[in-house]
């Protein structure tokens, strides 16, 4: 589908966007998440200044990068400094605790309704806060997995132990070369699942994910859908953002919410049934918490002046 222009929607008025972003969550019949990497900037993987300096600091004086993603592209002399760079990444950015509890907010919000999310983020937050793992299909891949370099095969493999040992033994920024990880298939050394070019490995689980995500579509096609977009730029608006337009559009029950800071678009042949915030994903998820909390305890206010008038008419009714 082709689109012929883009609207850049006033978001003056933060809160009634918010009131917005609610009404459309109660009044779905299912959530869609396309969450990209503003959403993990926003609960604390941030990959330079104080937090790349406090971890990579080391690495940062002897090789001369700035910060991690200048480090995981560094053409290391060995396998050994690669992966002592490697481990520590992926230690701090998949097994260690998640810096903020955005993403608990955000299962918060969807908890009871019928959600899936979609993801290009490879931290694994979302399976971590407790996301339910049949609704989740991260398509760029995991900084849990690893896959061989070349790849011989379609397989993949956990990393934790792998990873645990190597930056527990690292020394002079350098693993033992005993604990270097090589396909056991073909003995070619492993690397990251990760979609940087053609040998990504898509494995069975990649496949099982798309097709649960697929039919979660299907099952849905024509019903009342928010497509819930979470900090996605336009690195890869492929993947979620411009599918997401595409559906809205097909969709007239559908409505369409982008939270982004700094860049919120979308086409004017859906802007009336477009939510635009240009605002941090924590900030967002922040105020939709609040407005839970103000909601539920009026709620709980109505329901006790209900409950003491029904007490006091007994008490009258009894005199």
């Not at 979620?240 to 369409?256: D, L, S, V």
Request: a neutral charge.
């Amino acid at each position: 589908m082709f689109f012929s222009r883009l609207t850049r929607q006033s978001t003056a008025a933060f809160s009634k966007q918010i009131d917005k972003l609610r009404a459309a969550l109660d009044a779905s019949d299912a959530v869609v998440i396309g969450a990209g990497a503003g959403l993990s900037t926003a609960a604390g993987y941030t990959y330079s200044g104080e937090r790349f300096d406090e971890l990579f600091g080391d690495f940062a004086a002897r090789y001369g990068f700035a910060d991690m993603y200048s480090g995981g592209f560094y053409p290391y002399d060995s396998l050994e400094e690669h992966w002592a760079f490697w481990s520590r990444y992926i230690m701090c950015n998949r097994y260690d605790p998640i810096p903020t509890p955005l993403y608990e907010q955000l299962l918060n919000i969807v908890r009871g309704r019928d959600y899936f999310v979609l993801t290009t983020n490879v931290d694994h937050c979302f399976q971590r806060a407790g996301f339910d793992k049949q609704r989740l299909f991260y398509t760029q891949g995991d900084y849990g997995l690893l896959q061989c370099s070349k790849p011989c095969c379609q397989e993949t493999w956990d990393n934790e132990e792998f990873i645990r040992y190597m930056v527990a033994a690292q020394q002079d920024l350098r693993i033992p070369s005993a604990l270097v990880p090589h396909c056991s298939h073909c003995g070619a050394p492993l690397t990251m699942n990760l979609r940087a070019d053609d040998t990504f490995v898509q494995d069975k689980g990649w496949y099982a994910a798309a097709d649960r995500y697929q039919d979660f579509l299907r099952r849905h096609n024509n019903m009342r859908v928010l497509f819930l977009e979470l900090g996605v730029g336009g690195n890869t608006p492929v993947i979620i953002k411009y599918p997401f337009w595409q559906m809205t559009a097909k969709n007239e029950r559908a409505m369409y919410a982008c939270v982004n800071l700094g860049e919120v678009v979308a086409p004017a042949e859906i802007a009336d049934r477009s939510i635009l915030i240009d605002a941090d994903a924590g900030r967002v998820l922040d105020a939709l918490a609040v407005q839970a909390i103000r909601l539920q305890r009026r709620y709980c206010l109505i329901n006790t002046c209900t409950s003491a008038s029904k007490v006091q008419h007994s008490h009258w009714g009894r005199s």
